[in-house]
């Protein structure tokens, strides 16, 4: 009988320290759980925030197509102002939180000289107008509030592109010719490769814009050509006229004259600070002329035109242009 009591007594004492624990235990419980619902509230308030600042963003950078300053900063302020965050109304400061700049290399790089982004920043903090976020549950653990703050970014795709077109005598000599009277020449067979290019360069023009986006047009052999075919513009049709326009093809395969040329008119009075500059260089072969405008063979001129080219590449990347290269033919120096 004395054994059975122990017994019993010892089950009893360790219920009522389970029960003890238990209720020791209690408020953490409720404060994890207290926190996890915080945090997922956080979360979706956050979220509501970071859409916001997106679609503020965007809004904001339509108007860096005509370079509005003001009208960037008013239109991001309408979308924030015209929506709330938690069911809260939410305001921005438009000179503090809507900025402008440059995207490069996967970052926002603030500047307002050749912007073609907007990163608009929206805070709830203790500091901001729209204070810090309150907290409903998290309090029983002394935390009342917490600073949650977002930023949205948004570039420009409208474009400033000149098209850099080959017109050395290479591009017209894939097709097979008899000499007749006069110094006619007939085609008998084969497509230039200056046909191909004409057809596809004006095709490309349909793909853009002409309402954000302006387009110009120079071609190059021995040289490039002075004035340019067609200096940037919104006139797609007479951009599409100077396509057919460019001289037919001759001479040597002057690429770093070519992309000297369309920097220049990238960097003139008719290019917009605020879109993306983009050339398009169009070739058949490998550069034939030096810095110096001294032309010849390939084997003559050796890395030289190379060098050139490359050097002119390297000074529109310093200006912030890019170049797309396209190859016709199989005689094109790819590697290049």
């Known amino acids: 009988m004395r054994n059975f009591m122990r017994t ?40 509501q925030m970071q859409d916001l600042a997106d679609a503020a963003a965007l809004a904001g950078v339509r108007e860096l197509a005509i370079d ?12 924030v102002s015209s929506n709330s965050v938690a069911g809260k109304s939410i ?6 939180d809507v900025e402008f700049g440059r995207w490069e290399g996967g970052a926002f790089v603030s ?42 970014v948004a570039t420009l795709a409208n474009i400033d592109l000149m098209l850099v077109i ?3 005598g290479s591009m017209d000599d894939d097709t097979q010719y008899q000499w ?24 490309f023009l349909n ?14 052999s021995t040289s490039a050509s002075s004035p340019a075919e067609q200096t940037l513009t919104a006139n797609f049709a007479g951009a599409q006229s100077a396509i057919d326009d460019v001289l037919q093809p001759g001479g040597w395969t002057h690429i770093g004259d070519g992309i000297l040329k369309a920097i220049q008119e990238l960097n003139s009075e008719r290019a917009r600070g605020s879109t993306v500059k983009t050339i398009i260089l169009l070739s058949d072969g490998a550069p034939t002329c030096r810095s110096s ?33 396209i190859s016709l033919g199989s005689g094109a120096d790819r590697t290049l």
């Open 166 to 168: 080959d017109r050395s």
């Open 8 to 47: 019993i007594s010892s089950k009893f004492g360790k219920k009522g320290q389970s029960t003890v624990l238990f209720a020791a235990m209690l408020p953490v419980f409720v404060g994890t759980a207290s926190l996890a619902i915080e945090v997922g509230y956080v979360q979706m308030a956050k979220g």
């Open 293 to 325: 405008g001294q032309c010849g063979s390939s084997t003559s001129i050796g890395d030289d035109g190379r060098d050139y080219a490359r050097a002119m590449a390297d000074q529109a990347n310093g200006n912030n242009i890019i170049i797309h290269t």
């Open 68 to 79: 509005d300053f003001d009208g960037a900063r008013s239109q991001a302020t309408t979308v």
């Open 180 to 203: 007749q009277c006069c110094w006619n020449r007939v085609a008998v067979g084969g497509i230039q490769p200056m046909d191909t290019l004409r057809v596809a360069a004006k095709s």
């Open 111 to 152: 500047t307002q000289a050749g912007a073609n982004a907007v990163r608009v920043t929206i805070r709830k903090t203790e500091q901001s107008s729209n204070g810090a976020l309150p907290l409903f549950l998290a309090p029983v653990l002394g935390l009342t509030a917490v600073d949650v703050e977002v930023s949205g």
């Open 207 to 220: 793909d853009l814009n002409a309402e954000v986006d302006q387009v110009g047009v120079v071609s190059y």
């Open 91 to 96: 305001t921005i400061n438009p000179t503090d």
